[in-house]
Each structure stands twice: as structure tokens, then as C-alpha cells.
């Protein structure tokens, strides 16, 4: 058994969860639950081995290190942070139709850290600059709040589908969207949820400065990276500032939850691909 | 004029401003990763034309992060944050330490957490076994003695009121460390041979010359390199010589493990090779020894032999650290050797009279990061505060909760009360199991719930 065969199955397994909980969804199959919470936690418990045997074969060949350091493992590791914070949310909530907003996007990451060829997926020994824990602790904290970002999105949709059906009069008991959850409730996830991903991301960009002080003694030079986090930062807190203080909810707040994954996206996949910038880390 | 007419009092206190600027500031700093930064302006004639780059120039979008309408913005953005913070923090420093056994008996009444007990026990009795259960659960009440019965109140993370002000100080005090470095520190590099000393580094982008008050040498670089030949570790070994401290001190810095000497600190940034060469040469058997530093190109004698060698080509390999070079070599007998060796290794040259050892070691050249930043200190602090306010504002939250006891005949009617400044539900929570730890008391009678 090999790490990309582990991770193999890992993406088709994210496929399934997120088929049975749409199914669960559109279908109104509430008896498939139990079984898209069991595909799901495994999905998740072989992500786990696929990134920790990934991790040892790094030793292995000699040149170990946390596969958190390139394009590949860090979207292995969004996918990772998604089921899981998914997972919590179900348990918390007790409520299996979010996971058709969630999961897929689990799925498209592993899917796309699959199938795309701007990157390779080998286990390759890292660069000087990239060999320091403070970049460890940047991934992970960035990634887990992209990841609650990620989720906030599925929410917004969410919130934005029940609100029009309720609108075109369609939220009689019986409908389709009638089975998501209440309008306020949804509001309270995602904002909750957004919250939740502003604390990790903020982490995530202290300890990118940390990183960058240890590594080149500046722990800001607004390379389009950073400016990046920076500008995805500012429309969150705008976000949090407008429902705190302006009493923003609804349909705005929804609206935003998915135009602020929209700054995530560009930070993550944009600056590497679209933009030139000095984050080489990104191309791995 | 009060606060409350200030018209320019309002305008940075609001919040719509503050809105307002967190999207302009978003907005703007996109235009900095569009168009590359901090060229010279040659550059952007050439890839934007004469009318676009005139136009940047002017509006400064070619080191923008730095011009003064982006700093004006960035002064605004805290001015806003400073205003709207005095504004309002008495507010809620009254919030926080305000006497809460003062609270008007109908407010109790009003809370959106209420519950009336009933109590067979004297108001006395009463009020200590509630004291109990409330010590019980973690919460320390205070009592005071009313015309017609007694209050007690018990309060959890009244302090956590002030995360939000925690979390706009950290901003603040980031901005406070930005600027001390800018002040009083610098960025600079230097590029150092092995065996060579520096006392002073230039300043990045003005090339001024800054002294370092101690020196600097270089004894050693080298590149480690992974099986695949990608580099491992970039290190190089330092010493220090700092006569004003009378100390001297060597270290061996590598990219993530600079060094620090008086505040200033140095950071393995580059490298490049130099022209100039260690040789050792060793005559048959041993007898003699000698070193020489020498460039690459010249006759080099060894004065008092008919020795003279010198590098005379090198050829540069795919990788980084197998360059070959070419030498010529003669000790005066016979055709001269003339072959090719690599770096950092002894060749044999048999000659008639036996045969020499020659080493060769490139020299190459460290190139460092040079940065002064008395600021950086602060900003960590800064962030520091901003993680610990983020997770005050968010996660902690101020509940209290009063508890009035009046008599009733020879029993006691008891009206609690609660109320929390966030996570609404679960306080509903918190006062409900409350309300059941009470009524499972023998003493007491739940009359009424109401919430
Ligand atoms: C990007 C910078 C900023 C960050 C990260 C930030 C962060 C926060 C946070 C975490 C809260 C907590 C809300 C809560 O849980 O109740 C908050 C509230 C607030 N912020 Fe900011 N803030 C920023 C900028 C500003 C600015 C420039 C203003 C200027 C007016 C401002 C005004 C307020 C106000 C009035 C509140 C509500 C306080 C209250 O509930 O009493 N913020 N902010």
C-alpha cells in the first residue's frame, strides 16, 4: 500500500459522501444518513492514512518531512480539514443535509490535486527556505480556516436556495427546500462558521510573517501572496463588522460567505497561477 | 461642544467609515499585485507603454504599498479605529465594573432569562443554600440586603467585554511596531568571500553604506546537496569580532537560522562563486606543504622551487556543485600537466621525481540579509494580543446572573435571573441546568419557568 494509492481512494471516497448526501438531499432519502456519516468518517480515516504514510515514506526516502509543502498536499490537506470540520458540524448540529454543501467541495479538492498537471505529486525534498516548523504551522492554520471558509460558502448557497424558494412562495412543509434548515438557523452557521475560519486565517497570517522574518528578516514585503491574505482578511472583517455592528444578516451575509471564498480561491489558486509572485512554494 | 454634536467626532467614530475603508483598502491593494512593484521606471515605459506608466508614476503605483495616498488611507483606517474605540469604551469599562447588586429590582423582572422558585425555607436558609449551589457551579455571588429581601449576584467573564478592544489595540500596536521599524531600523545585504571581513552593509535600494560597529568574516560556505541534487542547506560559518564588547564569537547560520549580534541580524540569503581559488600543493612525499589563494587565469610561481601552476579553464556541470577545472602545472622538468579536476578534492600528478598532491577549492562568496528591526517585537506582540482578543470577542462572553429572595410567610420566594452578551444559547443552557440544580433541592418548589 502506497500514500497516492491511499489518497486515491481518498478522492472516491469523497465522491461517494458527497453523491449520498446530495442524494439525502434532493431525493429525500433520510435512510441513506447513516450510511453517508459512515462513508464520510472513513473517507476521512483513510485521507488521515494517505497523509500520514505520505509522511513516513518522506522519511523513508531520506528526506522526511510533514507533506504540508506544495500544491498537491496542501490541497490534500484542505480536503482533509473540510471532511473534518464537516464531521464536527454534523455531530454538533445533528442535521446530515449541510453535508451536501460541504462535502463536495472536499471532493473537488482531492479531484483536482488528482487530475491536474500544473503540479507534480512526487514526494520532493524541500528548498532551504521551506524547512522550518513556522511554515508547517502557517499551512495548517491557513488551510483550516480556507477550509471553514470553504463550508461558510456551501452555507451561503444554502441560505441564498431556501430564501428564493420561500419567495416564490415554494416554503410550504413538503417542498424540496422546505427539508433544509431553518432561514435563521442557516444565517447562524454561517456566520458562526465564518467567525470560526477569521480566527484560523488570521493565525495563518501571523505565523506566515513569523516564517518570513526567520526565513529572509522581513515579516511583511507585500508580495502578492501575502497581499493577497491580506485583501481575503479585510472582506472578512468588513463582513463581520457589517453584521455586528449594521445588524447585516441574510441574504447579505450569504452573498458575502461566497464572495469572500471567491478572495480564498484567488489567494490559494489565483496569485500561483495568474499572478507572478515570489511565493515559489505554491508551484511545487 | 460635547462628543455627541461633534460632527468630526462622528464621522471617524462611525462605523459605516470604518466599512468604508476596510473596502477601499481591500480594493486597492490589488492594484500592487497586478502591477509589479518597486521597478525602475524604465520599466514600466517598457511593458505598459509611455501613457499607462506616466500615469503610474504620478499616482505612485509602482512601489504603492509605500505612497502617500495608500499610507493616508492606512492613517484614516486607525484614526477611525482609535475614535471609535474612545467612543465607545467607557461604555463598556461601565459594563464592566459597574455594581450589579445596584440593578433595579423591575430589570430583574424584564431579563430574557427568568425563573420564580418557591422555597420552604427561611429567606436565610434560603440564600445560603442558593449561595451553595452557585459556588457549586462556579459561580462566586455577592449578596446585599434589600428593604423587602436579599440579592445575590454571581457574574462569569465580565472582562471578556473587552476582547473587541483588545483585538483594535492589537491593530494599533502592529501599525506602532510597523513604524518603529521603518524609523529606526534598516534592510541591507553584503556579500562576503570566505576568509574575508566586512564592517559595514548597504542598504537596499539606496546602496548607502551602513556600519555594523563590530566585524563580520566569513570563514566558510558550503551547499549541501539531496541525492537528487536540489539543495539541501545553504550554510555559512561566521565569526563575529566585536571590539567595543570585547567579545568574539563564531556561529554557522543557515536559510531559517540567522544570527543576531547587537540587533541586528543576518540571514543566509545567497551565494555566488568567486574567482579566486585555495590551492595546496604537497611535493613528493610529503616533504613540503604550502597554501595559496589565487584567481583564476594567472602564472602563479612558488618562489624558491621551479614550481608554477595555475587555473587556466573550468567548465560549469548541470548541477550546481560539479563544476571541473582545468590546470596546468610544471615543476620545471619536462612537458608541463595540464588536466582536468573538480572542486573541493586533491588530484595526483606523477612526474618524474614522484608525485605532487594538488587541492583545489573554489571560494565562493555568502551573500546576507542584513535587517535591523528594533520594531519587530511589538508587532509580535500586536499579534499576540490579536489572537488572544479574537478569541475572547468570539468565544467567551459575559453572563450574570441575580438572584432576589424575599420572604413569604415563614418560606421564601425566590426570582432568578439571567442575562449573557453573546452565545445566547448557551446561556439558555447554563440556566436551565441551573434552574433543575436548585429545584432538585428539597427546600425548593419550582413555581414558574419562564425564558
Ligand atoms: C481589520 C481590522 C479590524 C478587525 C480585525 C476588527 C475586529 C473586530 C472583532 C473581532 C470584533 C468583535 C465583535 C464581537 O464579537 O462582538 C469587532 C467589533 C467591532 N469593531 Fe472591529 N475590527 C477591525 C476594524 C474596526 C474599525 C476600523 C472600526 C472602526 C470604527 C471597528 C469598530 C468595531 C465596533 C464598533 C465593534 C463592535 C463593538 C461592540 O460590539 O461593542 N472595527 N471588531
Same mark, same amino acid.
Given at each position: 500500500?502506497?500514500?497516492?494509492?491511499?489518497?486515491?481512494?481518498?478522492?472516491?471516497?469523497?465522491?461517494?459522501?458527497?453523491? +449520498?448526501?446530495?442524494?439525502?438531499?434532493?431525493? #429525500?432519502? #433520510?435512510?441513506?444518513?447513516?450510511?453517508?456519516?459512515?462513508?464520510?468518517?472513513?473517507?476521512?480515516?483513510?485521507?488521515?492514512? !494517505?497523509?500520514?504514510? #505520505?509522511?513516513?515514506?518522506?522519511?523513508?526516502?531520506?528526506?522526511?518531512?510533514?507533506?504540508?509543502?506544495?500544491?498537491?498536499?496542501?490541497?490534500?490537506?484542505?480536503?482533509?480539514?473540510?471532511?473534518?470540520?464537516?464531521?464536527? &458540524?454534523?455531530?454538533?448540529?445533528?442535521?446530515?443535509?449541510?453535508?451536501?454543501?460541504?462535502?463536495?467541495?472536499?471532493?473537488?479538492?482531492?479531484?483536482?490535486?488528482?487530475?491536474?498537471?500544473?503540479?507534480?505529486?512526487?514526494?520532493?525534498?524541500?528548498?532551504?527556505?521551506?524547512?522550518?516548523?513556522?511554515?508547517?504551522?502557517?499551512?495548517?492554520?491557513?488551510?483550516?480556516?480556507?477550509?471553514?471558509?470553504?463550508?461558510?460558502?456551501?452555507?451561503?448557497?444554502?441560505?441564498? &436556495?431556501?430564501?428564493?424558494?420561500?419567495?416564490? !412562495?415554494?416554503?410550504?412543509?413538503?417542498? +424540496?427546500?422546505?427539508?433544509?434548515?431553518?432561514?435563521?438557523?442557516?444565517?447562524?452557521?454561517?456566520?458562526?462558521?465564518?467567525?470560526?475560519?477569521?480566527?484560523?486565517?488570521?493565525?495563518?497570517?501571523?505565523?506566515?510573517?513569523?516564517?518570513?522574518?526567520?526565513?529572509?528578516?522581513?515579516?511583511?514585503?507585500?508580495?502578492?501572496?501575502?497581499?493577497?491574505? +491580506?485583501?481575503?482578511?479585510?472582506?472578512?472583517?468588513?463582513?463581520?463588522?457589517?453584521?455586528?455592528?449594521?445588524?447585516?444578516?441574510?441574504?447579505?451575509?450569504?452573498?458575502?460567505?461566497?464572495?469572500?471564498?471567491?478572495?480564498?480561491?484567488?489567494?490559494?489558486?489565483?496569485?500561483?497561477?495568474?499572478?507572478?509572485? &515570489?511565493?515559489?512554494?505554491?508551484?511545487? | 461642544?460635547?462628543?455627541?454634536?461633534?460632527?468630526?467626532?462622528?464621522?471617524?467614530?462611525?462605523?459605516?467609515?470604518?466599512?468604508?475603508?476596510?473596502?477601499?483598502?481591500?480594493?486597492?491593494?490589488?492594484?500592487?499585485? @497586478?502591477?509589479?512593484?518597486?521597478?525602475?521606471?524604465?520599466?514600466?515605459?517598457?511593458?505598459?507603454?509611455?501613457?499607462?506608466?506616466?500615469? /503610474?508614476?504620478? @499616482?505612485?503605483?509602482?512601489?504603492?504599498?509605500?505612497?502617500?495616498?495608500?499610507?493616508?488611507?492606512?492613517?484614516?483606517?486607525?484614526?477611525?479605529?482609535?475614535?471609535?474605540?474612545?467612543?465607545?469604551?467607557?461604555?463598556?469599562?461601565?459594563?464592566?465594573?459597574?455594581?450589579?447588586?445596584?440593578?433595579?429590582?423591575?430589570?430583574?423582572?424584564?431579563?430574557?432569562?427568568?425563573?420564580?422558585?418557591?422555597?420552604?425555607?427561611?429567606?436565610?436558609?434560603?440564600?445560603?443554600?442558593?449561595?451553595?449551589?452557585?459556588?457549586?457551579?462556579?459561580? *462566586?455571588?455577592?449578596?446585599?440586603?434589600?428593604?423587602?429581601?436579599?440579592?445575590?449576584?454571581?457574574?462569569?467573564?465580565?472582562?471578556?467585554?473587552?476582547?473587541?478592544?483588545?483585538?483594535?489595540?492589537?491593530?494599533?500596536?502592529? /501599525?506602532?511596531?510597523?513604524?518603529?521599524?521603518?524609523?529606526?531600523?534598516?534592510?541591507?545585504?553584503?556579500?562576503?568571500?570566505?576568509?574575508?571581513?566586512?564592517?559595514?552593509?548597504?542598504?537596499?535600494?539606496?546602496?548607502?553604506?551602513?556600519?555594523?560597529?563590530?566585524?563580520?568574516?566569513?570563514?566558510?560556505?558550503?551547499?549541501?546537496?539531496?541525492?537528487?541534487?536540489?539543495?539541501?542547506?545553504?550554510?555559512?560559518?561566521?565569526?563575529?569580532?566585536?571590539?567595543?564588547?570585547?567579545?568574539?564569537?563564531?556561529?554557522?547560520?543557515?536559510?531559517?537560522?540567522?544570527?543576531?549580534?547587537?540587533?541586528?541580524?543576518?540571514?543566509?540569503?545567497?551565494?555566488?562563486?568567486?574567482?579566486?581559488?585555495?590551492?595546496?600543493?604537497?611535493?613528493?612525499?610529503?616533504?613540503? *606543504?604550502?597554501?595559496?589563494?589565487?584567481?583564476?587565469?594567472?602564472?602563479?610561481?612558488?618562489?624558491?622551487?621551479?614550481?608554477?601552476?595555475?587555473?587556466?579553464?573550468?567548465?560549469?556541470?548541470?548541477?550546481?556543485?560539479?563544476?571541473?577545472?582545468?590546470?596546468?602545472?610544471?615543476?620545471?622538468?619536462?612537458?608541463?600537466?595540464?588536466?582536468?579536476?573538480?572542486?573541493?578534492?586533491?588530484?595526483?600528478?606523477?612526474?618524474?621525481?614522484?608525485?605532487?598532491?594538488?587541492?583545489?577549492?573554489?571560494?565562493?562568496?555568502?551573500?546576507?540579509?542584513?535587517?535591523?528591526?528594533?520594531?519587530?517585537?511589538?508587532?509580535?506582540?500586536?499579534?499576540?494580543?490579536? @489572537?488572544?482578543?479574537?478569541?475572547?470577542?468570539?468565544?467567551?462572553?459575559?453572563?450574570?446572573?441575580?438572584?432576589?429572595?424575599?420572604?413569604?410567610?415563614?418560606?421564601?420566594?425566590?426570582?432568578?435571573?439571567?442575562?449573557?452578551?453573546?452565545?445566547?444559547?448557551?446561556?439558555?443552557?447554563?440556566?436551565?441546568?441551573?434552574?433543575?440544580?436548585?429545584?432538585?433541592?428539597?427546600?425548593?418548589?419550582?413555581?414558574?419557568?419562564?425564558?
Amino acid at each position: 500500500m502506497t500514500s497516492s494509492q491511499l489518497l486515491g481512494y481518498t478522492t472516491f471516497a469523497y465522491l461517494a459522501s458527497a453523491i +449520498l448526501y446530495l442524494g439525502l438531499f434532493v431525493f #429525500r432519502a #433520510r435512510k441513506i444518513g447513516p450510511l453517508a456519516t459512515t462513508v464520510t468518517a472513513a473517507a476521512w480515516l483513510v485521507n488521515t492514512a !494517505g497523509i500520514g504514510l #505520505r509522511w513516513q515514506e518522506s522519511y523513508q526516502m531520506g528526506i522526511g518531512y510533514a507533506p504540508l509543502s506544495n500544491m498537491y498536499e496542501s490541497l490534500v490537506f484542505f480536503a482533509w480539514s473540510i471532511a473534518i470540520l464537516y464531521l464536527g &458540524l454534523e455531530w454538533k448540529y445533528k442535521n446530515r443535509v449541510l453535508g451536501a454543501f460541504a462535502m463536495p467541495f472536499a471532493f473537488l479538492s482531492m479531484a483536482y490535486a488528482s487530475l491536474s498537471t500544473q503540479f507534480g505529486k512526487e514526494i520532493k525534498p524541500l528548498i532551504p527556505a521551506l524547512q522550518s516548523n513556522w511554515l508547517i504551522a502557517h499551512v495548517i492554520t491557513c488551510f483550516v480556516g480556507y477550509a471553514a471558509f470553504a463550508v461558510a460558502c456551501g452555507f451561503g448557497i444554502m441560505y441564498l &436556495l431556501r430564501a428564493k424558494s420561500e419567495e416564490r !412562495g415554494g416554503g410550504t412543509p413538503g417542498s +424540496l427546500m422546505a427539508t433544509l434548515p431553518e432561514l435563521k438557523m442557516i444565517d447562524d452557521l454561517t456566520h458562526k462558521t465564518i467567525i470560526f475560519g477569521f480566527l484560523w486565517l488570521s493565525a495563518g497570517i501571523i505565523t506566515g510573517a513569523i516564517w518570513a522574518n526567520s526565513a529572509w528578516g522581513t515579516y511583511w514585503s507585500w508580495d502578492p501572496k501575502e497581499t493577497w491574505s +491580506l485583501i481575503t482578511w479585510f472582506m472578512y472583517a468588513a463582513t463581520l463588522h457589517a453584521r455586528f455592528t449594521r445588524g447585516w444578516s441574510g441574504k447579505r451575509i450569504a452573498w458575502l460567505a461566497i464572495i469572500g471564498f471567491f478572495a480564498v480561491i484567488f489567494t490559494y489558486y489565483g496569485v500561483n497561477f495568474w499572478l507572478s509572485g &515570489l511565493h515559489s512554494y505554491g508551484r511545487g | 461642544m460635547s462628543k455627541e454634536e461633534n460632527t468630526i467626532w462622528r464621522f471617524f467614530a462611525s462605523v459605516k467609515l470604518a466599512l468604508f475603508v476596510l473596502f477601499i483598502l481591500a480594493a486597492t491593494s490589488i492594484i500592487g499585485t @497586478l502591477i509589479p512593484q518597486n521597478n525602475p521606471p524604465s520599466f514600466y515605459f517598457q511593458e505598459f507603454g509611455p501613457n499607462l506608466a506616466r500615469l /503610474f508614476l504620478i @499616482l505612485d503605483f509602482h512601489r504603492m504599498y509605500n505612497s502617500w495616498w495608500f499610507l493616508t488611507l492606512l492613517m484614516l483606517f486607525s484614526m477611525n479605529l482609535i475614535v471609535c474605540t474612545l467612543d465607545r469604551l467607557p461604555n463598556v469599562w461601565r459594563m464592566v465594573v459597574v455594581d450589579n447588586l445596584a440593578t433595579p429590582l423591575e430589570r430583574l423582572t424584564k431579563m430574557e432569562q427568568r425563573a420564580e422558585l418557591a422555597s420552604s425555607a427561611s429567606p436565610a436558609a434560603a440564600a445560603d443554600a442558593l449561595r451553595g449551589i452557585l459556588a457549586g457551579r462556579g459561580w *462566586k455571588a455577592r449578596s446585599a440586603e434589600m428593604p423587602e429581601g436579599t440579592l445575590l449576584f454571581a457574574q462569569k467573564g465580565a472582562w471578556s467585554r473587552l476582547g473587541v478592544y483588545c483585538v483594535h489595540l492589537s491593530i494599533l500596536v502592529i /501599525f506602532i511596531g510597523a513604524i518603529i521599524g521603518a524609523i529606526f531600523g534598516f534592510k541591507a545585504g553584503v556579500l562576503i568571500p570566505e576568509g574575508n571581513s566586512v564592517s559595514e552593509v548597504y542598504e537596499y535600494g539606496t546602496e548607502r553604506p551602513i556600519p555594523l560597529g563590530f566585524d563580520l568574516r566569513c570563514d566558510r560556505f558550503a551547499v549541501e546537496y539531496y541525492e537528487n541534487g536540489m539543495p539541501k542547506e545553504y550554510r555559512s560559518n561566521l565569526t563575529v569580532t566585536d571590539r567595543q564588547q570585547n567579545e568574539t564569537f563564531s556561529r554557522a547560520i543557515e536559510v531559517n537560522d540567522p544570527l543576531d549580534h547587537r540587533g541586528i541580524t543576518f540571514y543566509q540569503a545567497s551565494y555566488e562563486p568567486t574567482n579566486e581559488f585555495l590551492v595546496q600543493i604537497e611535493t613528493p612525499a610529503g616533504k613540503e *606543504k604550502k597554501l595559496f589563494r589565487i584567481p583564476a587565469g594567472q602564472q602563479i610561481a612558488w618562489p624558491g622551487t621551479d614550481i608554477s601552476f595555475g587555473i587556466i579553464n573550468m567548465a560549469e556541470g548541470e548541477r550546481g556543485n560539479d563544476t571541473r577545472f582545468k590546470i596546468w602545472f610544471s615543476d620545471g622538468k619536462g612537458e608541463p600537466a595540464v588536466f582536468w579536476m573538480p572542486n573541493a578534492v586533491s588530484a595526483s600528478i606523477p612526474r618524474d621525481g614522484g608525485e605532487y598532491l594538488f587541492s583545489l577549492r573554489q571560494i565562493y562568496a555568502t551573500g546576507l540579509q542584513v535587517a535591523k528591526d528594533p520594531g519587530v517585537w511589538v508587532v509580535y506582540i500586536g499579534c499576540g494580543l490579536m @489572537l488572544l482578543g479574537l478569541y475572547v470577542a468570539f468565544f467567551l462572553s459575559h453572563r450574570r446572573i441575580w438572584v432576589y429572595i424575599k420572604p413569604e410567610g415563614s418560606a421564601s420566594r425566590v426570582l432568578l435571573a439571567g442575562s449573557s452578551n453573546k452565545n445566547r444559547v448557551g446561556f439558555e443552557r447554563n440556566f436551565a441546568e441551573l434552574t433543575e440544580a436548585i429545584t432538585k433541592d428539597p427546600s425548593f418548589t419550582d413555581t414558574e419557568v419562564a425564558s
